[in-house]
Nanobody, 115 residues
Framework: VQLVESGGGLVQAGGSLRLSCAASGFTFSRYAMSWYRQAPGKERELVAQITSAGGIRNYADSVKGRFSISRDNAKNTVYLQMNSLKPEDTAMYYC?????????WGQGTQVTVSS
């Protein structure tokens, strides 16, 4: 299993970014996917998750109405559209899945929001 994130960067408050996570090594369309983030000195927290077919999506309260998770099972890719970004969204963002009871993480992509 391999998860490769991209799309992070430096953006001003109020701006937008779209993160991508390219997955390989497993049958992507059968598994739920999630985005987590970890800010310096803080624990890793769940940001958003999406079921295998994309029918159910859940979000952390802190990002509801601003972030949107989606997936393209034909491209084995999950996305996180982030709008109205705030400085407190600054963190390393990780893609995650659980396959056959094993946890898998990507290497992360840094998002920095300046005020």
């Amino acid at each position: 299993v391999q998860l490769v994130e991209s799309g992070g960067g430096l953006v001003q408050a109020g701006g937008s970014l779209r993160l991508s996570c390219a997955a390989s090594g497993f049958t992507f369309s059968r598994y739920a996917m999630s985005w987590y983030r970890q800010a310096p000195g803080k624990e890793r927290e769940l940001v958003a998750q999406i079921t295998s077919a994309g029918g159910i999506r859940n979000y952390a309260d802190s990002v509801k109405g601003r972030f949107s998770i989606s997936r393209d099972n034909a491209k084995n890719t999950v996305y996180l559209q982030m709008n109205s970004l705030k400085p407190e969204d600054t963190a390393m963002y990780y893609c995650h899945t659980t396959v056959l009871s094993q946890y898998y993480w990507g290497q992360g992509t840094q998002v920095t929001v300046s005020s």
